[in-house]
């Protein structure tokens, strides 16, 4: 199991974040929380996605 990197809950291992819905939507806000886990999917489909982490690193 993947556990949440704010409030250590599990997750689905299927989750592209790190972090389960309640702490996305606390820190991102719900629309940009998917947004960002969209942009995962979408990498992890198209075979590259770096890390694992969550995707902030261009800033
Ligand atoms: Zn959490």
Redesign the pocket.
């Known amino acids: 199991m993947k556990k ?1 990197i ?2 250590s ?1 599990e997750i689905s291992l299927e989750s592209v974040v790190d ?2 819905e ?2 996305g939507h606390g820190v991102w806000g719900e629309k940009m929380f998917s947004a960002i886990k969209q942009n995962m999917e979408n990498a992890r489909d198209n075979g590259d996605l770096n890390q694992g982490s969550v995707g902030m690193t261009s800033s």
């Open positions: 949440c704010y409030c809950s972090v389960c309640r702490c």
